[in-house]
Structures are given as C-alpha cells and as structure tokens.
C-alpha cells in the first residue's frame, strides 16, 4: 500500500501562482494531478512517468502548469501558473505501480493510489 499526502494548495487571484506537492510512502511507476471541480468530474490534470521522465497535460492547462519530481524524496510536484478561475477546485494526487500507458494516463481507473486532496481556489 502506498501512501500520498498532498501540500500546497490555497486561495489566489487570477493570474497568480501556486505549487503543490505530493509525497509518497514508497516508490511508484508514475504519478499524476487529478482535480474536481465543484458538481463536475474528475479530471486529469498532468501526470508524469518516471522511467522515461515522460510529462503529460491536458489541454486546459498545457503552458500554464508544470509536473516535475524529487524521486530522492517521492514526491511530485505541479507548478501552477496564471492560474484562472476554472483552475479551482480539489487537487488530488494519485499513482501506480503497474505499466504505464501514455494513451491511458487520463483515466483515473489506472491508478491504484490516491490522495485525500488539496483545494485551490482561485478568484476573479
């Protein structure tokens, strides 16, 4: 069983930055950003694969976020930037340890582990 814990999160204006952190108990194969909007689904966000260090991001946020990792530490990092008020929401963090698929890492069933959530919040 692998453990996440997310940091990070917080209230901003448009336009403004945040980094969140995800620290995991253990080693994983690949991690990834989810977030829920209030009354909407979950939605991946960025998500990174460790072997090759390769990153992914949905189109709402290409450009504007970026996923990186400490692996020394476990933990995975997205930095947020001009964020927008369609950012908001709550960040969850979640990895696997299986194979990795580069057309599958959207879905959140592929991912074993998961984190209680960190909200952002930004405002107009």
């Known amino acids: 069983q692998v453990h996440l814990v997310e940091s990070g999160g917080g209230s901003v204006q448009t336009g403004g930055s945040l980094r969140l952190s995800c620290t995991a108990s253990d080693d994983t194969n690949y991690m990834a950003w989810f977030r829920q909007a209030p009354g909407k689904e979950r939605d991946a966000v960025a998500a990174?694969?460790?072997?090759?260090?390769?990153?992914y991001y949905s189109d709402s946020v290409k450009g504007r976020f970026a996923v990186s990792s400490d692996n020394a530490k476990h933990t995975l990092y997205l930095q947020m930037n001009n964020l927008k008020p369609d950012d908001t929401g709550v960040y969850y963090c979640a990895a696997g340890r299986g194979l990795f698929s580069g057309s599958r890492w959207l879905l959140s069933d592929d991912y074993k582990y998961w984190g209680q959530g960190t909200q952002v919040t930004v405002s107009s």
């Open positions: 990174l694969y460790f072997a090759a260090y390769n990153t």
